[in-house]
């Protein structure tokens, strides 16, 4: 007798009561085994029912949704009969769970450490005196700088991404059986993602876990799975090896989402799909992706396909399997890039001299450390001069400063030093409190956590209301269909305003903050991470609206994200920086090409490509840093061409290669 899997859902539909009593399906009779030592990768765009489904395969269902039929086995065991009591005992030792936002799994009034001596004390078999010792090695695993100083601090004292990998270190406090991941690197920096999706894998073979891995990065998804499902409206269209699905997908939806990713040697914006998945609960006669695809005939509109086999070995929801490499080419879009120089008089936003610290010395501090140096600036003597219509976009890793420069040109934090211009002659005063209301309208600031902005106890439609009856004062009709054409601009669409915050999954949630910034008609737009919450094909219908707002309103953009390719494909300029000090600013195609900084070598070494079969450039013994040297380079102890003590003591040189491209480096450009 065949073992059975160890993770098994079998015909499992899912779905919800609508106000009119009609039974809604979400997920519909979806089945996926995985065994042992086996990663499995969940592709789809937002609202496909990925995370319904890896939720579901632990019992869990988020509120309002069911189990209407079919099963979820684990270790053999139904977690659809368990009460909540027996499920507890399960869940966060041999079964757990990474969730997406880490804000979720961690307890702001909990310092780090005490965090994590929880998960070792209800999950693991670790003993008391042993617990400092192994989180100090938990937090070392996912990468964090000084363990020891970090166990003190509380969640909201770190970045996005350092959160991120404390919880990655409390799911892994239990040493799981198996582990559902929800888009666990989401909030990563290149470097950081490429290292723990390498001890994930290793962790996999070690203890023979079995992973289910929820993610739009289908580059992530190539490093870790052996097999992806690729989800669309609730169903299973298609399942295979990775390297058979990302290489050769025989899916046209799947074939759409590898097209609608932006890639490092690539220059133009990727491709959005057409059109949007039809919305739980509408009437599907036909294939559910028919309406957006370019191989439909008369019985795709017609007769529902099966789930089944084809030669090459795939399982595909398709009649025209065979067809896919005949598709039509669609041609990319060039992004509109603003070639102008930074030093003419246009410029939309001015950093000058910009320091920012976050070290807070109290009057008992003082006495108890006289004469103590203080810490090193978490951001120092930035200058940057933003041209009106550009799009500059900031680089470095979880902690370098980006997100810190784009809170002080917000309002959110005060500059320790440095200048802060508008157009060139409004001096921007540090705190939002005291900026005039033009001033307000003319900047504004998109979250990389889209929890941090949305009220959830307001509507999308409260939600958009607030910027237009304030810069606008509409009202009734007028502030409906202005409402209707934000949505529609991001990809949702009117049925969306009578919903709460709860109701939508990551990636609409995210949409929604991108609509409600640009209903103030914004002359800056200061973009944190926006897109890390979106599938590839919603992430390039933003980037290709951001790009048709900057075209045809002249809108400046702060563009900072942790995918370069990203970057490359939105970007006029790129700043790269590390531990809050620039190292390298120029023409986004000449920061990705040689010559360039040691350290923009070390982050574009580590991006992630949708190919099996290409691994990052990775370097075992790389470090990670909680704070600046005092003194000399900031990439010093890190760097792999370092000269010796002329970079331990001395500030490197700014110096200008051409067209505006600058690097600070004591490495000569010759040898770069």
Known sequence: MSKQPFISVKDLSVGYNSRSGETIEVLRNVSLDINRGESIGLVGESGSGKSTLALAAMGYFKRGLRALSGSAHF?????LALDRDELQKIRGGRLALIPQNSGQSLTPTMRIGQQINEALRLHSKVGASQFQSRVIELLAQVRLPDPTALITRYPHELSGGQQQRVAIAMAL??????????????????????HILELLRELAQERNMAMLYVSHDLGAISRVCDRVVVMYAGEIVLTGTARQVLLAPRHPYAHGLLKSIPRLNQTSLPLALDGRPP??????????????????????????PDLHPIPSGENVRCFKSDMIADMPALNRKTGQRNSARSDVDSAALGLESLAISYEKKDWLSSLLTPGAKPQPATVDAINIRIQRGETLGLVGESGSGKSTILK???????????????????????????????????????FQNPDDS??????????????????????????HDASVDLL??????AHYLDRLPSQLSGGEKQRVAIARAFAAEPEIVLCDEVTSALDVSVQAAVLDLLDDL???????????????????????RVAVLYQGRLCEIGPADAVYEAPFHPYTDVLLGAVLEPDPDIAPNLSADDVVELSPPAQGCCFQRRCPRKLGEICDKETPPVRELANGHIICCHVPASDL
Not at 75 to 79: G, H, L
């Open 75 to 79: 270790d053999e065991i139904d977690v």
């Open 173 to 194: 406090a239990g040493e799981p059986d198996a582990l559902l991941l929800d888009e666990p690197t989401t909030g990563l920096d290149v470097t950081t993602q490429a």
């Open 279 to 304: 919305m739980p609960g509408e009437a599907i006669n036909g294939c559910a992706f028919a309406d957006r695809c370019a191989l439909v005939d008369e019985k795709c509109r017609t007769t529902p």
């Open 408 to 446: 002080a040109i917000a309002g959110l934090i005060s500059p320790k030093e440095g200048v802060l211009t508008l157009h060139d002659n409004i001096i921007l005063t540090p705190r939002v409190e005291d900026r005039p209301a033009p001033t307000l309208r003319q900047i504004q600031l998109i």
């Open 454 to 479: 949305l009220n959830p106890r307001h509507t999308v439609a409260q939600i958009l209301a607030q910027p237009l009856r304030l810069y606008y004062s509409l009202s009734g009709s007028a502030l």
């Open 488 to 493: 529609e601009r991001v990809r949702l669409g």
């Open 550 to 572: 900057k075209t045809q309103q002249g809108t400046t953009y702060i563009f900072v994200s942790h995918d370069l390719a990203v970057v490359k494909a939105i970007s006029d």
